[in-house]
């Protein structure tokens, strides 16, 4: 069996359930399961088919902890860039920023992360696809996780820690795990509001 025939969740409900998960059990996710989400994700679009990209699948639990707390200190470091300097200065209405900021604590216990990086520094667009369909297979697997990004503060020392060349890019650093929730319905604004036919302000009906 193909690990294309392994996928056999519908593509509508993958699309419609991804949604960001940042509470994961700590139970692993076996390898062959990996290595469908990783194939998956090699087969994306990408610029001129170059592939300019490289993946790192992290599994040692040390790296995952020194990762994890490299995460954290990432995450408050944008935090601050936006004013933000501690948690009593989220607003409690703020749920999806409380939950990211759960998730930079937790950040190391995921049982896998798997970071996206492109071979040369700013050729994230032409390999940005390939998140989407690491999640969508991870959807139809069972297994959650979310984009995430680091910070030029963390940069240098990730890329020491996991090896990664100088003249490469991190462009995402993804948790992935089995939910402690559940995938539930994706809410976005309604396709009229940001969709138009033939131009900007002719709303798509
Ligand atoms: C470029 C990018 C960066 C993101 N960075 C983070 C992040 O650092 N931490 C986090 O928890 N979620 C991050 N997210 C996830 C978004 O917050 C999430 O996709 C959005 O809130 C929609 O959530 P939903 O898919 O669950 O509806 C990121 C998403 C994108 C596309």
Redesign the pocket.
Known sequence: MTTADRLTMSLGEAMFT???I?RLKPDPIPDDVMRDIMEAAIRAPNGGNTQQWHFIVVKDADTRKQLGELYHEA?WA?RKDQGIMGPEDIPPGKN?QR??MR?ANEFGDAPLMVLICALNKGGAGGIIPSAQNLLLAARAHGVGG????LHAVVEERVHKLLNIPETAEIV?CMPLGYPRGEFGS???KPLEEVCGIDRWDNPYK
Do not use: G
């Open positions: 991804q949604r960001a940042r995450w944008k999806s939950s990211a998730l979310t984009i995430a990004t995402y994706v809410t976005r």
